[in-house]
């Protein structure tokens, strides 16, 4: 499965059917799970552990030294889940040192060509980065994400769950669960309503997250007093709850 024009390691382990295509370079302290697919002129080095059933296309750099100028060579890491797809010319770079060492990426994600996931990101489940797409250090992006091509991400911002990033967003705070954002700064817009209707989401939930999204940002209320306000209704709604506590934890503000 791996073809006589690749090289790769001694130091890498890889499962018996994982496939390498020619001119690839997978570098020591690799390890890649079974059913992973590296297509031609792929370059991966370590440390790093990828999953199952992943799907690395041409000209993408996997696992390389973070950009940035205070590393020194300090041994970081890149965790990648299963099934995920990372499309022509994708870079994800490993941790640093200055936050846990490690980038995360979780399972069933799709980068499109040319996104980028920088030093010490987490990633969740069943994003979508769309072409260009790109974060800054230190990102935390839930899962369902959907980021439109061209987008990017400051470093230290935190996008919530089902967010969606319009094409072309400049985002430099953070995006709470559910709120679609535009713009260069990107600002608030709606509900990702039919997003979450091809979760699962029931036309109730929906409404409640629509009711939360107009106390916070259409109610002309202070932070402090929407949040009170939410929080009498979050105890049995968990939908708001999450959309609650992801307000509270926020250090760099949300947008607005």
Not at 37 to 54: E, S, W
Not at 58 to 74: C, L, M, T, V
Not at 103 to 131: E, K, P, Q
Not at 231 to 247: G, T, Y
Request: charged residues 20%; hydrophobic residues 40%.
């Amino acid at each position: 499965m791996i073809d006589p024009q690749a090289i790769v390691s001694e130091r890498a382990e890889l499962a018996p059917d994982v496939a390498v295509g020619p001119f690839s370079i997978i570098g020591p302290e690799v390890r890649i799970g079974p059913g992973t697919v590296i297509g031609p002129h792929v370059v991966i080095n370590g440390p790093t552990t990828i999953g199952a059933d992943n799907h690395i296309f041409q000209f993408a750099s996997i696992g390389d030294a973070p950009q940035d100028k205070k590393y020194r060579g300090e041994p970081t890491r890149l965790e990648i889940g299963d099934r995920n797809v990372f499309r022509e010319n994708c870079t994800v770079n490993r941790g640093t040192t200055h936050d846990h060492g490690v980038t995360r990426i979780g399972d069933d994600n799709l980068l499109m060509a040319y996104s980028h996931v920088a030093h010490d990101c987490t990633v969740g489940s069943n994003t979508v980065f769309a072409n260009c797409a790109a974060l800054g250090g230190h990102v935390e992006i839930g899962d369902w994400v959907i980021l439109g091509g061209l987008t990017a991400v400051h470093q230290f911002t935190k996008v919530g769950a089902h967010a969606f990033l319009a094409g072309g967003a400049i985002v430099t705070r953070d995006v709470p669960p559910y709120v679609m954002v535009a713009g260069n700064p990107a600002v608030p817009h709606a509900v990702n309503s039919e997003g979450l209707k091809r979760r699962g989401f029931d036309p109730d939930q929906i409404r409640h997250i629509r009711e939360a999204y107009r106390v916070l940002y259409r109610s002309e209320l202070k932070l402090s007093e929407a949040l009170a306000r939410l929080d009498q209704v979050a105890a049995d709604r968990p939908e708001i709850r999450a959309f609650v506590d992801f307000i509270r934890a926020s250090e760099r503000s949300i947008v607005r």
